[in-house]
């Protein structure tokens, strides 16, 4: 018996996040039902219509990274796959300690830092800005500058 050759799967788009909708587009398989799959995760049933397909999904949780999407005829055995390229998702964090106890005329010092999934952020890719908000409900925008590490300093 000689091997059927299948065309690998189209997908678009190829990359993406979580729970990004993916379009899969197939041919060559002769059942009527295709199951689908993402890595070993079942994604549910195409139908096929002279052998052609489309399915529609939405990417499930995964780690960042290369994963297959899978296209599996039962009946005559025959699989497809196609790449996706699952993206990271960038965390930005902002922590601000402003001290301890102040009174009426001190000088309040904030120190804040700003990371990216981690990494302390520098005064050349960040714009910071605080707003201040008065017990009066009026705001006062601080001056802030970069004292290195990822750290700003606003008084």
């Not at 079942?42 to 399915?55: D, E, H, Q």
């Not at 922590?95 to 990494?119: E, R």
């Amino acid at each position: 018996m000689v091997p059927l050759w299948v065309p690998p799967i189209r997908i678009s788009p190829s990359s993406g996040l979580i729970g990004t909708k993916v379009s899969a587009q197939g041919s060559g398989i002769p059942s009527y039902q295709v199951e689908m799959g993402f890595e070993d995760a079942f994604l549910g049933i195409a139908s096929s219509t002279n052998g052609t397909f489309i399915f529609i999904f939405n990417i499930p949780d995964a780690q960042p990274g290369l994963h297959l999407v899978k296209a599996h005829d039962t009946f005559t055995g025959i699989s497809t796959v196609a790449n996706f390229t699952v993206t990271r998702i960038d965390t930005l964090g902002i922590t601000a300690d402003v001290g301890m106890l102040y009174f009426p005329g001190d000088i309040a010092t904030i120190c804040t830092l700003a990371t990216l999934n981690g990494s302390p952020l520098n005064s050349t890719t960040l714009l910071l800005q605080l707003t201040l908000t008065r017990p009066d409900g009026s705001n006062v925008t601080l001056t802030n500058a970069s004292i290195g590490g990822g750290v700003f300093k606003s008084a």
